[in-house]
């Protein structure tokens, strides 16, 4: 007899492929933005998801009508989710994919304290020494640009500012995470206080993580067309709209932020997030450095500096005692 696995094994194997996906997205977006300006590419990237998610979209949307009272949390969502990728494109743009990556580790500190205050879930003492431990690390790292340079210059007032919007990227998709576990019924007093402190009402719906992670592809695309045309007329950094100039790694970049950042990746982790907790997404989001360290010597040449290796090092044992406080 074939035995099935149980749906929460299922779940972490779904946040496992997103994390991977995710973890070599961060060199090859790097990558693809040496031969693609920056709106150009986010624009095709989700102009290609929404067109092939069209048709699905407007099923699920007939199947389950979206209250147009909850539209503007949608769309708060999107913002969160998919248009805040603007941020850890620039900040690739001007710090290394590595530091991006160890930065990254941080996503899951703020994910795991969001759990606590919106969703009451539980942090012991030793995963709270445990997060700080890792947070030094991962500072560590952040400041590894003026520990490199011995001193302030305009390249590492650009790797610091990269590094900033990254930090604030990895904010933003805590807060997605929490707001998309809302839209898919998790009922939460916290959250709903957060949404009025904005002007925004408690969910009157709940919906499915294909019709609301898509929804957020739409969102985005909204939010980056104005960037892309302002851009393409050289009022954002040179005309790049004739797709004739562009490369083979320009085309490849943006099919797999497409086709495997956005949907597979997406779809996975929510689908994963419905059935997990949210402190269970976090322990995945460790991992993406993994994935990262190879991609990026593979494709950049990139190497740590020991200040990265010691941040690194730092953060993995602040990681191990938060994760032995939770067993």
Known sequence: ????????????????????IWGVATPIIKLTLSHISLFSFLFFRFLVVCCILLPVTALELKRNPIDKRDLPNLFVLGLLGQASIILIFIGIKYTSSIDAAVIGIMAPLFVIWAGHFFYREKVKSQVKLGIAIATLGTLFVVAEPILTEHGFSLSVWLRLGGNALVILYNLCFAAYIILSKHVMGKESDQVDGALSTFGLKPMRKEYSPLLHTSITFYVALLVIVPLFVLESVGMLGGDTFHTGNWSVFALSGILYMA??????????FEWGLKTAKVADSAIFAYLGPLFTLPASFVLLGEIPSKFVLAGVALAA??????EKGKA
């Open 259 to 268: 086709l495997a950042s956005s949907m597979i990746a997406y779809f996975s």
């Open 1 to 20: 007899m074939i035995r099935t696995l149980p749906k929460r094994h299922l779940a972490f194997a779904a946040l496992l492929v997103a994390t991977a």
């Open 317 to 322: 044992v602040g990681v191990v005692i938060a």
